[in-house]
């Protein structure tokens, strides 16, 4: 599994300053946002995206973005993500130092994030640090990953502001729930002989209408 450290990506961008042929345009073009890192193969984690990242934004060929801030979108987001018909997903966390990140938000985004049909999808809050880290931890608990290394990975992108509050938050989130959703997903078929076949969760069953983004 690819951490993505972002020291590795500090690194890259030297060595292409270092080459007398780069073309200063095409490094700006392609500038990532801040702290941006591969978390798996088409999702990723960074800080809020500014203008100049929108061109290597383009490259990712994103489907979805989850903002985990509280205010409201820029207008010059929105109107690159209506673009692209890149979907928003916005889960409001409150990102001061002493506030509690919320099991119940933690527990909706995470459902849009490990549906692979919002991927390749982007998680950011301002920074890419404390917030986007508790989301990707309780992701990293669904795949099994030991506390230990999950708490680690936290800090490598925390840095020295590591919240402590942020760490009691994964050690106790409890992905049980999560768990049983997914082992409650089931093949239809759907024809006599067809190989055709469909995703679909317990409640699709009950015939229950589908939930939309907005």
């Known amino acids: 599994m690819n951490r993505g450290d972002p020291k590795q990506l500090d690194n890259g961008a030297a060595s292409a300053d ?25 999702i990723y984690r960074s800080g809020f995206p500014q203008f100049s990242d ?10 979805s973005v989850i903002c985990l801030c509280v205010e409201s979108y820029p207008k010059e987001n929105l109107e690159y993500l209506n673009s692209r018909n890149i979907r928003l997903f916005q889960f409001g966390i409150d990102g001061t ?4 990140i919320p099991n ?28 986007t880290g508790c989301l990707v931890g309780c992701l990293r608990k669904l ?41 409650s997903i089931m093949y239809q078929y759907h024809g006599y002989g067809s190989k055709k076949r469909r995703l679909l969760y317990k409640d699709d069953v009950q015939q229950k209408p589908p939930i939309r983004s907005v």
């Not at 130092?97 to 509690?100: E, F, P, S």
């Not at 502001?161 to 992905?175: A, G, I, P």
């Open 97 to 100: 130092k002493d506030a509690n």
């Open 54 to 63: 929108f061109q290597f934004l383009d490259t990712l060929r994103l489907r």
């Open 143 to 183: 795949q099994n990953w030991c506390l230990s290394s999950v708490l680690e990975e936290y800090k490598v992108y925390a840095g020295e502001k590591s919240r402590e509050t942020d760490l009691k938050f994964l050690e106790k989130y409890d992905v049980s729930y999560l768990r049983q959703c997914l082992h």
């Open 18 to 42: 270092d080459d007398d042929g780069a073309d200063p345009a095409v490094e700006l073009a392609y500038h990532p946002p801040i702290n941006f890192a591969t978390v798996e193969d088409r």
């Open 104 to 131: 119940g938000v933690i527990t909706d985004a995470l459902k849009v994030l490990i549906d692979v049909r919002n991927h390749p999808v982007l998680i950011h809050c301002k920074r890419g640090k404390h917030r």
